[in-house]
């Protein structure tokens, strides 16, 4: 009771010590791994996390599946904050599959599809991505230009072009707006059929917006090709 008070006061650390001196009690068995569980991701306990967290995706541990849902999520989260995207793949796996509606919200489904693209998985990473790419933000932004990515390891300049066009229109992140509007301009002339339309706008737009641009030179050349 008293954990349990803690919890809800945001208290987490104190609730963590509570659940922790219960958790072989067999009367909290099916409930306190859950709260530990919560509570260690809270407080950013993730190394913790990793070794305590595993068993209870195991159906003797007696969660119900949304719990097991949860719990594979955290443990997901965990490995992809070390940028350790093999590690957090099955984990996130299991917690997309174990989701729907709200929960595949658009955090939820950039770090599914981030996951899935740095283990090379591109069409699956582009079953996720557009998920997270209908808001004004960075979070946005990164995801057109993920896609964009995708859709060149798969061959499809055009689909590559759109995306690198999308994420090249907000500001919140330079270095992406600048990248994606290089190769927006560049794969605009590779496919273009007539020198004078959107290529040549697009790098002369690129130049204007980004003059310092070590690739400034490339981009003239392009012009004058």
Request: one cysteine or more.
């Amino acid at each position: 009771y008293f954990s349990h008070i803690a919890y809800l006061n945001d208290q987490p650390q104190v609730a963590l010590d509570g659940f922790e001196k219960i958790a072989d009690d067999p009367n909290f068995s099916e409930l306190v791994p859950l709260y530990i569980t919560q509570l260690l991701h809270l407080t950013g306990q993730f190394d913790r996390l990793k070794s305590y967290a595993p068993p209870l995706l195991d159906a003797s541990s007696g969660l119900d599946e949304d719990a097991v849902t949860e719990v594979a999520h955290l443990l997901g989260d965990a490995w992809y904050r070390d940028d350790n995207f093999e590690e957090a793949l099955p984990y996130l796996e299991l917690a997309w599959e174990g989701s729907n509606g709200p929960a595949r919200n658009a955090e939820f489904a950039y770090q599914m599809g981030y996951t899935r693209y740095r283990n090379g998985d591109w069409r699956g990473a582009l079953d996720c991505l557009p998920l997270a790419t209908y808001g004004e933000d960075e979070l946005a932004q990164n995801a057109a230009y993920h896609m964009a990515d995708c859709y060149l390891e798969l061959g499809d300049r055009a689909r590559a072009k759109q995306a690198f066009r999308t994420a090249s229109l907000p500001d919140f992140d330079l270095d992406i707006q600048e990248d994606a509007f290089f190769h927006y301009a560049k794969l605009a002339f590779e496919l273009s059929f007539n020198p004078f339309d959107d290529a040549i706008v697009a790098f002369e737009s690129y130049l204007t917006q980004f003059p310092a641009s070590p690739r400034r030179d490339e981009a003239y050349r392009f012009l004058l090709q």
